[in-house]
């Protein structure tokens, strides 16, 4: 039985006007943003949808990086912290894409080369 990947989403998905007015731009902004890759976006066919946590952490880091503000070491560690829960939760992702590989791999061989549903 083979296992399902969970996408790596944190948070819930928001349309671009839902950004646009979270962060209270244009909606033409959050398209510039997108094709500057300054927030990180899922395409889905034609539609672009972003995780409501990518969002609140470019507000997060957009507060922190504006002008020469200088940041504490409680907000390097913050940055650190989410740096790495990200990275952890990537490192989960790939590693199951990859069990779920080896499974279909074996499927492959034992089958003699043809996949089983």
Known sequence: MEKKIEPPIRGEFMT???VAKKLSICLQTVYEMITNNELPCHR?????????????????????HSGNLRLSDVDKEQIKNRFEDQLAHTRNYIDRFINVLSLKDKAWAKGGGAMKN
């Open 16 to 18: 671009p006007k839902e």
């Open 44 to 64: 889905i066919r034609c539609s672009i949808r972003f995780d409501s946590a990518d969002v609140d952490d470019y507000i997060f880091f957009s507060k922190h």
